[in-house]
């Protein structure tokens, strides 16, 4: 294997269109908005390269596009300069110094994307495909869902009809706003999809109270799991919630790593996790995430933050090596325009191709990424 020691490490903004309407992209009208993500490439002194996605979102995080750039090229940079690249726990611990964490790790997304990066640099350099890097077998697609965010029932049949010309069959709803309006919206989604696999989520937008009744007349509409129903850090609230048993309770926002993920499962807090590699720091600790799911039979579900390109290649990499068995809300595909790949991942219907081939097995245009910024 060649040297693996970072060389270099340059940040690039890269600006998605918007091709349909979501709550945490509108900041815009439609036709000129955008998904903003940072891209990272990492290169060592032999000219090998490795690429990741930084996916900030103002509306679901703290973390900026400015931010996450800054954080980069201001510190995590000059601290990474000189490392082998292969030493992830080294890095870990570089990049939890110069970015301390907080309550748990410190810009998480930022550090994802710098994850990714390294993990295609080592990929590439050792000739090693993820599934066999991780000793997993090799899974050809992961099935998607279609993410429901509409603020009415008038909207939903427009809503599903397009679902279904696409090729989808699952669904994913958005709630949290107003209980009744989303109870009726499931409703109506039900009497319209009575064969398709249903969860929803929150996004932490209730409150106990409401999240309980809601959560046996979801369960009663054969709703099979309720996402981060209550504020993340309601952690008793959690507790009883899952003890009335309606509905298995899965966290999203307040499971970024292992540590949390542990510690809420001894607490009695959850039933499961729908993990976001772009929230969690990346393939590394995501990986860690999902082997304690496995040991303790956890409900692992799958999500992301309209994840494009390399952020979306990394996820499918990690699902498809884990057998993920239910459909993940990885709603890139849906809601984003263009690529800046050379090959654009396939989505075809509701199945994403899991790319095969070394590192993140994708490969980034250069005309493509000049012409995105």
């Given at each position: ?334 809601f984003l325009d263009e690529s800046i790949l050379h090959t654009p ?24 990424l000049a012409s995105a910024g």
């Open positions: 294997m060649r040297s693996t020691q970072i060389e270099s490490m340059d940040t690039f903004i890269v600006r998605y269109p918007i091709s349909r309407t979501f709550r945490f992209l509108k900041s815009q009208p439609l036709s000129k908005a955008t998904r903003d993500t940072v891209l990272v490439r990492v290169t060592t002194a032999n000219g090998e390269t490795g690429w990741g996605q930084c996916v900030p979102s103002r509306k679901w995080s703290y973390e900026t596009l400015e931010t996450v750039r800054s954080t980069i090229d201001l510190y995590l940079r000059p601290a990474l300069l000189g490392v082998d690249a292969v030493d992830r726990e080294a890095i870990g611990r570089i990049m939890e110094r110069e970015i301390a964490p907080g309550f748990t790790i410190g810009q998480p997304i930022c550090k994802a994307g710098v994850d990714l990066a390294l993990f295609d640099l080592v990929g590439k350099a050792t000739k090693q495909p993820a599934h066999e890097r991780w000793g997993r077998s090799f899974q050809s697609s992961v099935t998607l869902s279609w993410t429901i965010d509409v603020s009415s029932e008038g909207e939903l049949e427009a809503e599903v009809a397009e679902a279904t010309r696409r090729g989808y069959r699952h669904f994913n709803v958005k709630v949290g706003q107003d209980a009744k309006r989303d109870e009726a919206i499931c409703v109506t989604l039900r009497k319209l999809t009575s064969e398709a696999q249903i969860w929803v989520d929150a996004n932490g937008g209730y409150d106990l109270a409401t999240a309980a009744a809601l959560s046996k007349r979801f369960a009663a509409l054969g709703i099979f799991a309720f996402e981060q129903p209550l504020p993340a850090n309601r952690l008793s609230d959690y507790q009883q919630l899952r003890r009335l048993g309606a509905l298995p309770i899965v966290m999203d926002e307040g499971v970024i790593s292992r540590v949390e993920l542990q510690e809420f499962h001894r607490l009695g807090l959850l039933d499961g996790v729908a993990m976001k590699v772009s929230r969690c720091g990346g393939l590394h600790e995501s990986r860690a995430m999902l082997e304690y799911i496995e040991q303790e039979g956890l409900l692992l579900m799958a999500s992301g933050l309209t994840d494009p390109d390399l952020a979306f290649a990394a996820s499918l990499l990690l699902f498809g090596a884990y057998g993920l068995k239910l459909p993940a809300a990885l709603n890139g595909p849906q991942i396939e989505v075809m219907g509701d199945q994403a191709r899991v790319p095969l081939g070394n590192g993140l097995a994708v490969e980034v245009c250069g005309e493509r």
